[in-house]
């Protein structure tokens, strides 16, 4: 049976945020990330001990990831669950080059290799859970994309990966899409990600519009992830 756990199971969950690129451009930082993050951790479940905290991890192509398999390798001792971040990998036809200038929306998304970002975080803390807490799609300012691919066909396949993941017996217990509503995002509004779009800059009103992925969203939630016969598109 193919179901995906929503993060009601872990309403306790917390997620650390600390700056590592400028600590000391926060009042009382001191040290580096990896410091700041054991205080965090240590801080907030002294507060409350029950607390489930980590600090995200984002899984993208080498060398952009880094720091965040440095950060990760650093802190594992110091979380409570895989905090994922995944968005894209490398597609035959190298349009990740495009993320380098902030233009996702050009950049082909790869919805299997989401099972690998949750295998590869698994293996390295297979004792922790999994926790999908970034994944979504971008438009150009609200456009159709050139490849085809709509919100809904992006959510419903990374999804089918992401229940993969579970198959395999691997304790994945969130997904969040990214995001509720078009936002600011890298500089600007051109990348749009929300189920719901905001005219920033023609709507004083910012009214929110449905895009035709708020009902899938609806349905995968009510049923607890795609169907077990889905077919994946991508």
């Given at each position: 049976?193919?179901r995906?756990?929503?993060?009601?199971?872990?309403?306790?969950?917390?997620?650390?945020?600390?700056?590592?690129?400028?600590?000391?451009?926060?009042?009382?930082?001191?040290?580096?990330?990896?410091?700041?993050?054991?205080?965090?951790?240590?801080?907030?479940?002294?507060?409350?001990?029950?607390?489930?905290?980590?600090s995200?991890?984002?899984?993208?192509?080498?060398?952009?990831?880094w720091?965040?398999?440095?950060?990760?390798?650093?802190?594992?001792?110091?979380?409570?669950?895989?905090?994922?971040?995944?968005?894209?990998?490398?597609?035959?036809?190298?349009?990740?080059?495009?993320?380098?200038?902030?233009?996702?929306?050009?950049?082909?998304?790869?919805?299997?290799?989401?099972?690998?970002?949750i295998?590869?975080?698994?293996?390295?803390?297979?004792?922790?859970?999994?926790?999908?807490?970034?994944?979504?799609?971008?438009?150009?300012?609200?456009?159709?994309?050139?490849d085809?691919?709509?919100?809904?066909?992006?959510l419903e396949?990374?999804?089918?990966?992401?229940?993969?993941?579970?198959?395999?017996?691997?304790?994945?217990?969130?997904?969040?899409?990214?995001?509720?509503?078009?936002?600011?995002?890298?500089?600007?509004?051109?990348?749009?990600?929300?189920?719901?779009?905001?005219?920033?800059?023609?709507?004083?009103?910012?009214?929110?519009?449905?895009?035709?992925?708020?009902?899938?969203?609806?349905?995968?939630?009510?049923?607890?992830?795609?169907?077990?016969?889905?077919?994946?598109?991508?």
């Amino acid at each position: 049976e193919h179901r995906l756990v929503t993060g009601r199971r872990h309403p306790e969950v917390v997620l650390a945020s600390v700056s590592r690129e400028r600590p000391r451009d926060f009042p009382g930082a001191r040290g580096e990330p990896v410091e700041l993050h054991r205080r965090a951790h240590r801080t907030l479940h002294e507060a409350d001990p029950g607390a489930r905290v980590s600090s995200n991890v984002v899984w993208e192509p080498a060398p952009a990831s880094w720091f965040d398999d440095w950060f990760f390798d650093q802190v594992a001792s110091a979380i409570d669950f895989v905090a994922l971040d995944y968005y894209y990998s490398i597609a035959p036809d190298l349009s990740v080059v495009h993320a380098a200038r902030g233009h996702y929306w050009k950049v082909r998304f790869t919805p299997q290799a989401l099972l690998t970002a949750i295998r590869d975080y698994h293996a390295r803390a297979p004792n922790l859970p999994v926790y999908v807490v970034e994944n979504g799609m971008a438009t150009d300012d609200g456009l159709p994309r050139r490849d085809g691919i709509t919100r809904s066909q992006h959510l419903e396949n990374h999804l089918y990966w992401l229940q993969r993941a579970r198959d395999e017996g691997i304790d994945v217990v969130g997904f969040n899409l990214w995001s509720l509503t078009d936002n600011y995002e890298w500089g600007d509004y051109r990348n749009r990600f929300g189920l719901f779009t905001v005219d920033v800059r023609a709507d004083p009103l910012l009214r929110r519009k449905p895009t035709e992925a708020v009902e899938t969203f609806r349905r995968v939630i009510r049923q607890g992830g795609v169907e077990a016969d889905f077919v994946p598109s991508r």
